[in-house]
């Protein structure tokens, strides 16, 4: 593999991602990226890409930088009083996204791995990573991306339509 075709893939997410932050959609560097270079690999016209070694691990290293920059110390004060509900919204979310990863699998015939790391309650980043280690990264990506989108369009309508007008945000 050339470096001028890493470099290739790596315009095509950039184009991606910069064209999606225009558009306003959630997660839309990362989705818009994705595209992208998914795009160029899936056009047949270029080898596919072979990223040199260690490449994922810095990306891996870079994510969790970012990821853990966000934990203040404002959050765990947070923890403090949310640790019980914390426990009880991940464990129900971690066996509901189990339950439904081994069904759609079983159900629409996917790859299990894919259904149950695409039904895993995790962010786009960290899955799609995880899903890259056992080789089905694009899947797990395409998965969270739908999820994420849907659920940033429809919960706060249904926020809205649920809670007392009282409990909207400002501006809201």
């Not at 991606?16 to 899936?42: E, F, K």
């Not at 072979?50 to 691990?57: A, M, N, V």
Request: charged residues 10%; positive net charge.
């Amino acid at each position: 593999m050339t470096p001028w075709l890493l470099g290739l893939y790596g315009l095509a997410g950039i184009a991606g991602g910069l064209v999606a932050l225009r558009t306003g959609i959630p997660a839309a560097p990362l989705a818009g990226s994705l595209i992208g270079a998914a795009l160029l690999s899936m056009s047949g016209r270029f080898e596919t890409a072979q990223w040199p070694s260690g490449t994922r691990t810095i990306l891996e290293i870079a994510i969790g930088t970012v990821i853990g920059t966000s934990l203040t110390g404002t959050a765990v004060a947070e923890l403090k009083m949310l640790w019980k509900p914390a426990l009880l919204i991940t464990v129900t979310l971690v066996l509901t996204g189990v339950v439904v990863g081994l069904w759609c699998s079983r159900l629409l015939g996917i790859d299990p791995v894919v259904a149950l790391l695409g039904a895993a309650p995790g962010g786009i980043s960290g899955m799609s990573l995880v899903g890259a280690e056992f080789g089905v990264g694009a899947a797990v990506a395409a998965l969270h991306a739908v999820r994420l989108i849907t659920v940033l369009l429809v919960l706060p309508l249904l926020v809205r339509l649920v809670l007392p007008a009282s409990a909207t945000p400002p501006g809201g």
